[in-house]
């Protein structure tokens, strides 16, 4: 089934401000049968305690709390007004929070009922000064929060992984996110910082009791051509390493566009098929 399983909405504060209803509409025209609508969910408040990097990285990370009411609201219209066209999950892209694991699974309990899907991503870990610092920001962020990881590809792949190891293994209660988000979000930058090499066999060993976590939860993976269009990594997440380990494992890879804007709604959703990905 054609369908895109991971999407942003207006209410994101780093994306375009472009209506989730116009994406939807763009899904439509591409024949999509399934949209699946995961919007940033809030953080903590005090998550900022614990963050070291440029607090835009907070700031505009997520969805205000503020505006959950709304979001849920205009995200069930929709679902109701295109249901004759498309079939639409609500749901959101939830962060993993070292630390913050009871506030993830309070936030899921409560908005757990009224969602159908929903994934669980990392975008922070531990670096410099023992502060969580953003994976995904920018360059100059990257730099600063994971230098002591530098001196080695491996050094900061498994660092990573060991806090997706972390976010697989949290009890986030009965409604914990079924998909894991871009789980090689860590190569965002590879370009810039030499991040190219392949995983080698500690670090596969890592990613292997991953996988084998999902497998045995009957969870799902986000295959997220996102990466391919960012400048410094030009690589799908999770890559060839991962899907190759995941596919032997029969573990499901979702397609997900990663959409923050219009134009981005379904990029590169051929190439899944052409090259055999999911």
Known sequence: MLMDGHTHTEFCQHGSGETAERMVLRA???????????????????FKTVFGGNVD???TGAMDLVDLPAYMKEMSRLQKKYSDEIEISIGFEVDYLEGFEDYTKDFLDEYGPQTQESILSVHFMQG???KQWCIDYDVEDYKEGFEQFLDDPQHVFRQYYQTVKKSVEADLGVYRPQRIGHMSLIRKFQDYFNLTQDYDAKTMALVTEILNEIKQQNRELDLNLAGLYK???????????ITKLAKEMKIPLIYGSDAHDILSVGHGQHLVASANLS
């Open 28 to 46: 439509i025209q591409l024949g999509m049968k399934k949209y699946c609508i995961t919007e940033h969910a809030p953080l903590p408040s005090d």
């Open 57 to 59: 990285g907070v700031d």
């Open 128 to 130: 410099k000064d023992q």
């Open 231 to 241: 400048p410094f990594c030009n690589d799908y997440y999770p890559g060839a390493q």
